[in-house]
């Protein structure tokens, strides 16, 4: 245990009342989304040519839940929409064509812990996708790193050794050739050895 530690636990303990958010659930899940395709349209591409695929936007929002069971889950749904464009590209790289604004959506249902009175908060962390160009359309494979927590504002009585206090910051090395402070004084003699 350290110094510190050790002098804090000796300290008297106040119980304080502190409202903070409380995360009642926490959970991720990895999904897929195949064959998500989009016609050429007029677009031709040349013999080799590759797809670019670059994810612009996702968001995830609840949009429905159960009613809690006894034990306080709930299936709560969410609407994931994905944003993404798509780029043709010959082999030496230039850009044939260019689709922009695509965009699928779905619904992703959750079994949470979400009782009366919570809320919930969606992220979409990570996000790949891999394109092929399959006869006439361009047939995408998306994966969704998706982060659920259930939370509720809630006041909850804890142990406190006090209020926190900010510590010094560190401050930023000049760079040189600016130096602080300079050298104010000639350097002090080297002391003679004993041999002379």
Partial sequence: MSEELSLLLQQPIETVCIEVPKVYDFCFEADRRENICTPLGTCMPSEGATVNCTITSATCAEVSRTAPDATGRANVTFAIVVTYTLEVLCPNGEVECRFEDLMFSFTKTIVLCAPEGTFTNCEIVNSAC??????????????????????????????????????????????????????????????LTESR
């Fill in 130 to 191: 891999f394109c092929l160009i399959l006869g006439e359309q361009i047939c995408c494979t998306f994966d969704l790193c998706i982060v659920v927590q259930s939370l509720a504002i809630v006041k909850l009585l804890v142990p406190s050794f006090g209020f926190c206090t900010p510590a010094v910051c560190e401050q930023v090395s000049p760079e040189p050739p600016f130096v602080c402070p300079p050298t104010l004084f000639p350097p002090q003699c080297t002391p």
